[in-house]
Every structure is written in structure tokens, then in C-alpha cells.
């Protein structure tokens, strides 16, 4: 079965520098996607960013970017210029090519320091 | 325009009671889905329909029941509501059609069971 582990419970970052959240994952599967929503206070689960497996090339979107490793099944989100808004509970997730579940890590609280 | 919205927001109920939370989505997908959070914010699935039809039934209860009336609607009707029920319910929809097939998430209903 997948698997997703996210290793920081909670970590925490100065406004306006960056912060790096972790994610590993297990699979024997060759294609599939992963993705990181953020929830935040307001409990709304927001796509962020998803990355394709047979894609080499690393997803952006505007701060955020990901940082994907294939071969060590790890895929971290880097935020950049954190800011207040960023705010939240990050979860990283696993979905194989042909299967709608989505299986989640245990989340990663970020909070922002001003 | 809400994309996934789901009633009510917050239910709060006795234990032994039947209650319903209604989903709809308006992004013309075909598959949607039901959600667990537990309070220590793990997500689960519980169940995914596409077109009307159950795909994938995890491990959940026969006191939850959901069902589709057309593929924009997917309603989880819960029988003899026990403590434990109590957690934040998400609805999500996707397409099939979509290779990468992201699911988007509704704004979550708060359930406690007293």
C-alpha cells in the first residue's frame, strides 16, 4: 500500500525568507501524481501545487515550487518570500495513474513569524 | 461561484441520531468524494463515486450511507450517529477525463456527536 510520511509536525519561518516542508513517499508504482494542499484556520483544503511523476522537471507556482526526487521518493515544498497569508496546515499527497484514491500525509503546520 | 459546496457547515447532534450532509459541485466532474478529517487532522478517504456509481468504499461503516442522485451531487447520510463520528467531513471532486485528475475540496462540515 502507499504510503506518505511528512517528518515536521509543525515548523516555522520568519516572514519574507524561505522554508522548505518534506515529504517522503513509498510506492511501487511507476506513474503517478502528487500534489500539497494547504488548510487553512478556515478549514478549506487548497491545491497548491502537483508535480506528474513522468515529468522530470519541477512544478512552480508563482512562491511555491517543489523539489522532486523520483529515485529517493521524496517531494518537498519550498515557499518563497513566506507571508502571513502562508499560514496553515500543509499536506502532501499520493495518487498512482488509474486510481482516484488520494492518500494523505499527517500534515505539517507552518506558522509565519512577522 | 462555489465550486464544491456542502450543507451544513457545522452539525451538532446527539449521539444515536441520522443526520445527512449534502455535496454539490458545479466544475462538471465526474467523480466525487467523501472525506474524514479526525482531529488530529488526518484525512482519509471513504468513499469516491463517478458517474452515480461506487468506486471505492474504504473500510467505512455500513451506518454511512452515500449516494448520488446525478453526478453533481453526492450526499453522506450517517445512521446512529456514535462519538467517534465526530470529525470534519470534505467533499471533493474530480475528472476522469483529466490525466492528472486533481481533486478540488469543499469547505468542510464540522460534525460533533454529544
Known amino acids: 500500500a502507499q504510503t506518505v510520511t511528512q517528518s515536521q509536525p509543525e515548523m516555522s519561518v520568519q516572514e519574507a525568507e524561505t522554508v522548505t516542508l518534506s515529504c517522503t513517499y513509498d510506492?511501487?508504482?511507476?506513474?503517478?501524481?502528487l500534489f500539497w494542499y494547504k488548510q487553512p484556520p478556515s478549514r478549506q483544503m487548497i491545491l497548491v501545487i502537483r508535480?506528474?511523476?513522468?515529468?522530470?522537471q519541477n512544478a512552480t507556482e508563482n512562491r511555491f515550487s517543489v523539489n522532486f526526487q523520483k529515485a529517493a521518493k521524496s517531494f518537498s515544498l519550498k515557499i518563497s518570500d513566506s507571508q502571513l497569508g502562508d499560514a496553515a496546515m500543509y499536506f502532501c499527497?499520493?495518487?498512482?495513474?488509474?486510481?482516484?484514491?488520494?492518500?494523505f500525509g499527517t500534515g505539517t503546520r507552518l506558522t509565519i513569524i512577522p | 461561484d462555489t465550486a464544491v459546496s456542502q450543507t451544513p457547515k457545522y452539525l451538532v447532534t446527539q449521539m444515536g441520531n441520522d443526520k445527512s450532509i449534502k455535496c454539490e459541485q458545479n466544475?462538471?466532474?465526474?467523480?466525487m468524494y467523501w472525506y474524514k478529517q479526525d482531529s488530529k487532522k488526518f484525512l482519509k478517504i471513504m468513499f469516491s463515486?463517478?458517474?452515480?456509481?461506487?468506486?471505492i468504499n474504504e473500510t467505512v461503516p455500513n451506518r454511512f450511507s452515500p449516494k448520488s442522485p446525478d453526478k453533481a451531487h453526492l450526499n453522506l447520510h450517517i445512521n446512529s450517529l456514535e462519538l467517534g463520528d465526530s470529525a470534519v467531513y470534505f467533499c471533493?471532486?474530480?475528472?476522469?477525463?483529466?490525466?492528472?485528475?486533481?481533486?478540488?475540496f469543499g469547505p468542510g462540515t464540522r460534525l460533533l456527536v454529544l
Open positions: 499527497a499520493y495518487r498512482s495513474f488509474g486510481n482516484e484514491k488520494l492518500t
Open positions: 471533493a471532486s474530480g475528472s476522469s477525463g483529466d490525466r492528472v485528475e486533481t481533486q478540488y
Open positions: 463515486y463517478n458517474n452515480k456509481e461506487l468506486i
Open positions: 508535480q506528474e511523476a513522468y515529468k522530470q
Open positions: 510506492t511501487s508504482e511507476s506513474d503517478y501524481y
Open positions: 466544475l462538471g466532474h465526474d467523480t
